[in-house]
């Protein structure tokens, strides 16, 4: 196991590099440049080239980047072109708000998809089952936009009984209560929006497991119907549902960019969002180099869970 | 007995007029086509139909108790413990992401009184009885890295760790190869004579039925064409199908060029089951009468039924 790993980390190095090549290319594409965002039209051409040269976006873009690689090796992502703050600060700000949210909202998701996704392909065809696939589907297709803003709407502004936005209330005392009362709404429509999508990937993946052979044999040794389903069942309709709760994982650092857009949540993805507006190239390629590694530890993360869940699974 | 499911269209019968006694000690063939009623049969006495299937009339009697009408929790107590079941897949009949161990103490230890240390030195004893070698080791091995033959020979261990009164046994050999399927039966023989059991052996070879069973019942389309004891059935089979069945076994002696012969035709599908006789359809002899009028199962000798207008 541990050579796999080993292996695998060293893979991820040149992949880890293309990713960033493409990522300054795109990032650079971009029409606009930083100077354009944040300078006033009137400001003389002089100035503005000055300050061009100052950021070094006049260097050739092969330079520029390895500039941005060089600080990477040194450990840094350089300074933000709007706050000239080191992105590592910037991004560690904001890391904080992102992890509550997602993590919270990813947890519930988990405890609610998988029974109520069980459930459902073991009551096959009755009204139960019905229902929540009726409410999964909704659920699924509902725009988070369109969900948050109905939320907003009903709970903040007509009942007037949560904030429409931020983590914490201004002026007001920082407790523990406050902070839930701004949590409720964006992980209601973050929870809704993973278990609309999950309970179907949960269901199916369990209807397929019900029907297979060793499940006769496990109720012919006379075993109760809750273990046939909670053991033997489960532990087999597992292993595919990992993959599809794997895939939320990057979203856990990475943010919901609409969902902290709408609350005003003070995370990642408010940020990725004020960086591609701004062209702030080094927040974005820090952003970039964060989520793309998310992305790889992850992959190489459930391979490992598949290891551990799956005995047929081996690696050579 | 008979067994129906319900599908989109209305109720369909797989099973009707199903009616055989089994003692102790006893080896009852079941044979036919598939799609025969042989596997609901037994899923039957199981209880094991899943929610579409049930049993529709008829009783079934085992020790005294009529199990079509025991609750879940009584009959969970037989399931596994009296009456213990084989199945035809050993290669998808264990899960998969369990140990063999796991899978086997389970059952030792849902109805036998043992602790964990009891239960693991019975289960090596088990693998040992069913001629596992190693069983130590065997025991915390997956059922991926066991060949078809040994999976059943798990499946057998699982199915007599707890003495069961009746074992029924379906196909237990149709997916293993023939010199594996010869171990397996002459296991199954050897077991039979340590336990007194009574054995249920479906199967559609023939051979099998000629080397192991004591009475054997033919099943065509749902319901028992023809009973016998093994003897009179291979000597003088009375029902047409039955002949054909014997006439297709493929044979080494006359093997210049003959075709193996065939029943014409194929099992009517149980939602548009013919009038009358249902084998009339493909049967030589067929009148009439076969076609419009039902025979009854009939007795022509002791221990020699046979459900056809010829007798």
């Known amino acids: ?316 | 007995m008979q067994t129906v499911f319900r599908a989109d269209q209305g109720d369909v019968t797989a099973v009707d007029e199903v009616s055989f006694q089994i003692k102790l000690g006893e080896t009852i063939g079941i044979v036919g086509e598939s799609g025969c009623g042989k596997s609901v049969t037994s899923l039957s006495i199981m209880r094991l139909l899943g929610k579409e299937g049930r049993i529709q009339q008829g009783e079934i009697w085992f020790n005294g108790a009529n199990l079509t009408e025991l609750s879940e929790a009584d009959l969970r107590k037989l399931r596994g413990k009296e009456i213990a079941m084989i199945f035809q897949e050993p290669m998808t009949s264990l899960n998969p992401v369990f140990t063999i161990g796991n899978q086997l103490i389970e059952t030792i230890r849902l109805h036998m009184k043992l602790n964990r240390k009891e239960s693991k030195a019975y289960a090596i004893q088990m693998l040992t009885k069913v001629g596992i070698s190693r069983p130590e080791a065997i025991l915390k091995e997956y059922p991926h890295t066991l060949s078809g033959g040994m999976r059943q020979r798990v499946m057998i261990a699982i199915a007599l760790a707890c003495k069961p009164k009746l074992l029924i046994a379906d196909e237990p050999t149709t997916a293993l190869d023939v010199t594996v399927q010869a171990q397996i039966l002459r296991l199954m023989k050897q077991l039979r004579e340590e336990s007194g059991a009574a054995i249920m052996l479906i199967t559609h070879d023939l051979g099998i039925v000629a080397e192991m069973a004591d009475k054997v019942i033919v099943m065509y389309a749902g319901q028992i064409v023809e009973e016998a004891d093994v003897f009179s059935i291979f000597e003088k089979p009375l029902h047409p199908y039955t002949q054909g069945l014997l006439q297709s076994i493929p044979g080494t002696e006359n093997n210049d060029n003959n075709r193996l012969f065939g029943i014409p035709g194929s099992v009517p599908s149980i939602q548009r089951m013919p009038q009358g006789c249902r084998f009339h359809s493909r049967c030589e002899y067929a009148t009439e009468k076969c076609i419009h009028e039902q025979p009854t199962l009939k007795t022509i000798k002791p221990n020699h039924q046979v459900k056809c207008w010829l007798y």
């Open chain 1, 1 to 316: 196991m541990l050579p796999y790993i080993v292996r695998r980390l060293l893979i991820a190095i040149p992949v880890l590099i293309g990713i960033t090549i493409l990522n300054f290319c795109i990032v650079n594409l971009a029409p606009g440049n930083p100077v354009d965002m944040f300078i006033d039209p009137n400001t003389p051409q002089q100035l503005v080239e000055a300050k061009k040269e100052m950021l070094g976006l006049n260097d050739p873009l092969i330079i520029q980047y390895f500039k941005w690689l060089w600080q990477l090796l040194q450990g840094g992502f350089g300074y933000s072109f709007s706050s000239f703050a080191p992105v590592t600060h910037i991004i560690g700000e904001r890391i904080g708000p992102t992890l509550m949210l997602t993590s919270i909202s990813l947890t519930l998701g988990l405890l609610i998809a998988i029974p109520i996704g069980i459930l459902s392909a073991v009551k096959q065809n009755t009204r139960f089952d019905y229902i929540i696939t009726g409410l999964s589907f909704i659920w699924t297709s509902m725009p988070q936009f369109f969900l948050g803003l109905g939320l907003i709407y009903l709970f903040a502004l007509h009942f007037k009984i949560l904030p429409t936005g931020g983590m914490l209330t201004i002026g007001g005392d920082d407790n523990f209560a406050d902070r839930i009362k701004h949590l409720i709404l964006p992980v209601s429509v973050l929870t809704i929006a993973i278990i609309g999508k999950k309970i179907r990937y949960v269901r199916a993946s369990m209807l397929d497991v019900l029907k297979q052979d060793y499940l006769r044999t496990a109720r012919a040794k006379g075993l109760h119907a809750f273990i046939v389903t909670n053991k033997h069942a489960l532990r087999n309709a597992l292993i595919p549902i990992i993959t599809v709760f794997g895939m939320e994982i990057p979203l856990l650092l990475g943010g919901s960019i609409i969902i902290e857009q709408i609350f005003q949540w003070p995370g990642i993805g408010q940020l990725t969002m004020q960086s591609i507006l701004s062209r702030d190239y080094p927040t974005l390629m820090g952003l970039n180099f964060i989520a793309a590694i998310i992305v790889l530890a992850t992959n190489l993360f459930m391979d490992i869970l598949y290891f551990v869940a799956d005995p047929r699974v081996k690696y050579n």
